[in-house]
């Protein structure tokens, strides 16, 4: 141990003369820089400014200002808990005629790993709003809370001063290119924490909107999407769901005859937008985007409502693109910006898929963001390059048994008799001498007790019950095809949608920066490790006045001073 000492003291101060910091503790990482974190009673001194500065400190203290990041990718797979990901690994390998556990993800062949803890200010177990608001914001916020610091959910005037900067309008202040991709709805809540400000996720059109909260000022969430051009020029490619937010109830939808737009206020956003966009290509299908890729900005709505399950994309009468294409196009585009680019993408129905309980269409989601992440890793260099992935919150999916090597991840287990056995390989028992599979849900639609849509036994997708009657014991599954799509795995607790878990989530990364991505940290760290590695966005801030002596972005800042002056180019 001793005669190495001298080589690491050496070595520790050439790179302090290099970064030219403060002395950071012995033991702190290469490249770390040191920020004073107030000491706080919890929850009660949990203020919008302690959590930007804690997170701040987070990110600096395992050298993510040592970033040089051009550009930034965030995939946010949603709901995707590490089980989720285990199975879905293990899901892709068999689909490949492998025994599927030695498969890895596209992202888990990254390089840096770290934990997320993700609860919400009011919230053990978090929602997508809150989750979503503390990784664009730096700003951990209530459930529900949409690009706003905590307060009273559904309460406008409250919410008023509580507006957070997203780093999707920091870059667009900046002069870099922004882009969203979702396959829910463009409003939903994780989308709509890139670029929205209110107090509850749910005020996606005006017709969601309480008069009440109208009048104090509240704009639907739809609309926001226009308005965030305030701070440039406004994302530069949306593309995802939700046409119905968009159009009015006298606007008859291009793909579905029967069905028409959601808006009663009279504005047709996507009018506006081409308005404001006139070489711009409005698009709700894969050929159309594919012919609009040379675009100057790309609006894509592909569906009425969140866009399909990858698993039912086939189905689509028009043509849907799929995650991975989606990916394609909007970095083909974005990356045309010599200034630069960061772009949000979302593989949002995994989460849907789980709270349906059907494990099929939330593995074959979350393949399908994995085919996306390996398509934004081909098209980008990790010199200049950031690529964060992970998810918002975790779910209720279990992974139990002892399956043997290759056994089908949907199917039944087999086993040689559990962790002590020796005996040969058949299908494992439980107490009463039933088969189980190898996933199963702690709660959620696929109880197996009669329901009022279906009798007594295993369920079938799509299962959307309103009452349930008391399960007397387990089904036997034994004549059961569990493999099969649309097969519910079984809930041991009734509930209309399985919950959401409380548990850490992975962040998986690559590129400049990434090396700070380490450890277990507080889910808003994940901003700061964006603005820290990103030279561009931390100058901006840095511009601002929000920084402190050493360049970290510590103080929370005012959104209003990132807005377009009068007289700005555009
Ligand atoms: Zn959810």
Redesign the pocket.
Known sequence: MSRFTPLVAAVTTLLLGACASTAPSSSAAVGAVQVDVPAIAHPAGETPQWWYRSGAARAASTGAMDGKAKNVILFLG??MSLTTVAAARIFEGQRNGRPGEENLLSWEQFPATAFSKTYNTDSQTP??AGTMTAITTGVKTHMGAIGVSAGTRNDCADSLNKGLLTWLQLADSAGMATGVVSTARLTHATPAATYAHSPERNWENDTDVPEEAKAAGCRDIAQQLLSTSRFGRGPLVALGGGRGEFTTVEERDPEYDDKVGQRLDGRSLVTEWQQAHPQGAYVWNAKQLQAASKAPAILGLFEPDHMRYEAERKDDPAGEPSLAELTQAAIANLSRHQEGYVLMVEGARI?HAN?SGNAYRALTDTVAMSDAVRAAVEATSDQDTLIIVTADHSHTLNFVGYPARGNPILGKVKDKGGEDGAGKLDLARDGLGLPYTTLTYANGPGYTGATNQQPVGPKQYPHNPSSFDPSTGRPDLTAVDTEHPDYMQEALVPAKSES?GGEDVGIWARGPGSKAVRGTMEQNAIYHMIVQATPRLRQRLCDAGTCDAKGVPVELPKPTAFERQAGDSK
């Open positions: 949603d709901g929602d997508s989460d709270h959401h």
